[in-house]
């Protein structure tokens, strides 16, 4: 299915084929890939697993749109006949049962049914597999589980007699629901063939065990983690989890566990808790190595600061758990490179790492040595684009995926050894079919006294019919976190492209507390919500009014969603808000107070340094000194409040009382709400 369009609009960025969850065969020729796209003549969205030869056609799986979780069996066999793809299907009936289904020749042209390895008697995701022996694998997917361990089904469980919920500890809700007693888990089984004299035989499933069962543990981690919390190998598997010590919505300090496997049919398999140290704070990635003697992972050392730096550590030796080796934690290495990496693999040899890091506006690839002592700085190849995910391959290579502000998706190879990147395939022929061109975009950085680096970076995109001659009004974007950051990547929620095309210049900054720009000036937004960041803003908007020409910054308008929705109400009454003709506050903070009805309250005790204390004039100070709530005195500029009645981060109360607010008032104002939506608009 083909987009192309001009100008770009809204529909179009809604209704464009989207393309995921890749995975390439061992010599990167095939790639398996789900394709989704909205109808709003139909007004559903439609999802297909489709096979793509990078030497050919493209060849459509599944058009049910229930096939996800696409895997290669045998991605390393020679010869197009010899591979086998697994993926999971959802059943129409039962409802929320799942399908393990096998095609054993995926690039038959013919019709070729795949057959049933198993069925999973509720919803399960997150496939993974590992090869264990000649037709003899382990696989493990992710479930939610029953308090006796069993798989959950919310379709098939008994239905409560009183929708009353009682609880007396942190989680009450979590994101956009209500905390159950249900946890997500890892499960797992081999996969054997039904008759082992013959080659081709049928696989057939054993027993599922539930690897935390009587735990306590909970992994992936809610809301957001996935696959990136745990990972297998002919070893057995390695997880990280949140201490079940402590309260989920108190803390972020994780654990990392190994449950070592001989050939997963284990039914009461050993559970290993490795002891960190000093390293209190969240953990993510942990990826064996490929004959499974190792593990890597990230661990954050402060608990509560989920935007603390990630560093680098190896389990040394999968038989000795305990053995854990710290990897660039000299003081030369931290100067020579300070990101904090968000995702971490070993290259197929074990001799290096592959990381994403984000890097002065991009999520950018590095590789470096697997070496205790390594204190260079991590080599980066220009891809033009921000990595979304990376799939190493047996010659030392890598499969890279990614995006930038003009392409949804594009495919490259990356050869380390030659020194060359291969473009496999973009998406959207680098913005062609979407109507747009990198040219419209540039990366700009200016002085600002009041960051603690002296400096800060934006994007700007221009409308594709831009004339330097002309001037054109300004959206100036505020990203959420506040410790996250404008990336040269796409978007299907916050495009710049959507605004740029309705004649606007687009500044999106990444001001005091942005990731990608050294700790310091993340962490530095700590107790500073509406100072050092506000002050960058001005900064930016002092500099494209006496700098850029074809800016008309008297036509400015500001939008925020998050933390980027606060600071549209901070600016509403401070006197940068009178130099805006218009304001656009989504799912924002009004009362910085009110937020101790957050889901994660250890974000609001971290962010305003310590928790509410009413008899304490430096805790009342740092709740209050940012608080918008606090000025509406100055509320004068016309502004849309938006606002999700399931968003349980920020909740709707803060977007009532700031429309309240501005209707009392008499500001020209309107509220939009989303009554089944959350945090993020979908």
Not at 330 to 342: C, G, Q, V, Y
Not at 419 to 437: A, K, P, T, V
Not at 582 to 594: I, M, Q, R, W, Y
Request: glycine letters at 8%; one cysteine or more; proline letters at 6%.
């Amino acid at each position: 299915m083909t987009i192309k369009a001009k100008p770009f609009t809204p529909e179009v960025l809604i209704t464009a084929p989207r393309r995921s969850a890749e995975a390439p065969t061992d010599d990167a020729s095939n790639v398996l890939f789900q394709e989704s796209w909205y109808s709003f003549d139909e007004g559903k969205t439609f999802s297909e697993l489709r096979l793509a030869r990078l030497q050919g056609e493209t060849r459509v799986l599944d058009s049910t749109g229930r096939a996800s979780n696409a895997v290669w069996l045998n991605p390393s066999l020679k010869g197009e006949r010899r591979r086998a793809v697994l993926l999971l299907k959802e059943r129409e009936q039962p409802k929320g049962a799942v399908d393990l289904l096998c095609y054993e020749n995926p690039f038959d042209e013919r019709v070729v049914e795949p057959y049933v390895v198993a069925t999973f008697a509720g919803p399960v995701a997150n496939l993974k597999v590992t090869k264990l022996g000649d037709q003899y694998y382990g696989i493990a997917v992710i479930g939610k589980a029953n308090r006796n361990g069993t798989l959950y089904n919310p379709n098939t469980a008994a239905k409560p007699k009183s929708t009353a919920k009682l609880y007396n500890s942190l989680f009450v809700r979590h994101w956009d629901q209500y905390v159950t007693p249900q946890r997500d888990s890892i499960f797992f089984a081999a996969l054997l063939p039904r008759d082992t004299s013959n080659p081709n035989s049928y696989l057939f499933m054993t027993t599922l065990q539930n690897a935390l069962k009587g735990t306590g543990l909970e992994s992936p981690i809610p809301t957001f983690g996935g696959d990136d919390h745990f990972d297998i190998s002919p070893t057995g598997i390695t997880f990280v989890a949140k201490d079940p010590d402590l309260s989920p919505a108190l803390h972020t300090k994780c654990n990392i566990y190994l449950i070592p496997l001989a050939n997963f049919l284990e039914t009461t398999p050993t559970i290993y808790t490795v002891d960190m140290g000093d390293f209190l704070g969240a953990m993510t990635s942990p990826r064996f190595n490929s004959d499974g003697s190792k593990v890597v992972f990230l661990a954050m050392r402060k608990d509560g600061y989920e935007a603390d730096r990630n560093e680098i550590f190896v389990m040394e030796d999968t038989t000795r758990p305990a053995w854990i080796s710290r990897y660039r934690a000299s003081e030369r290495a931290k100067e020579e490179w300070d990101r904090s990496p968000d995702s971490i693999c070993f290259d197929t040899g074990g001799q290096k790492f592959w990381v994403t890091a984000e890097e002065a506006g991009s999520k950018s690839l590095f590789y470096l040595p697997v070496n205790t002592e390594d204190t260079s700085r991590p080599h980066s190849p220009t891809l033009m684009g921000s990595v979304s995910s990376i799939v190493p391959l047996p010659d030392g290579n890598a499969f890279v995926t990614g995006s930038n502000l003009v392409d949804d998706s594009f495919w490259k190879r990356l050869s380390i050894t030659k020194g060359e990147i291969f473009d496999l395939s973009s998406h959207s022929e680098h913005g062609r079919l979407l109507s747009l061109s990198i040219s419209q975009c540039a990366s700009v950085t200016i002085s600002s006294r009041s960051s603690v680096v002296g400096k800060v970076q934006y994007w700007e995109f221009r409308p594709s019919h831009f004339d330097p001659e002309k001037q054109y009004p300004l959206a100036l974007l505020i990203h959420g976190g506040p410790q996250g950051s404008w990336s040269n990547s796409w978007s299907t929620r916050w495009n710049p492209a959507v605004f740029a095309e309705q004649g606007y210049v687009v500044v999106c900054p990444n001001i005091t507390g942005s990731t990608g720009f050294g700790q310091a000036f993340t962490d530095s937004i700590q107790g500073s919500w509406g100072g050092r960041p506000y002050q960058d803003l001005e900064a930016v908007l002092d500099h494209l009014g006496h700098s850029i020409r074809y800016i008309d910054t008297d036509r400015a308008v500001a939008l925020g969603a998050s933390y980027g929705g606060f600071m549209a109400n901070w600016i509403q009454g401070q006197p940068l808000g009178r130099r805006f003709k218009a304001l656009v506050t989504h799912d924002g903070v009004f009362s910085t107070t009110n937020e101790i009805a957050t889901d994660e309250v250890y974000f609001t005790n971290h962010e305003f340094c310590g928790p509410f204390d009413p008899s304490s004039p430096s805790s009342l100070k740092s709740w209050r000194e940012y608080s918008p709530a606090l000025h509406i005195d100055k509320w004068a500029t016309p502004h849309l409040i938006i606002h999700s009645e399931k968003d349980y981060r920020l909740t709707i109360a803060d977007g009532m009382a700031a429309f309240n607010a501005l209707q009392q008032k008499g500001v020209e104002s309107e509220f939009l709400t989303f009554p089944d939506e959350n945090h993020f608009v979908q």
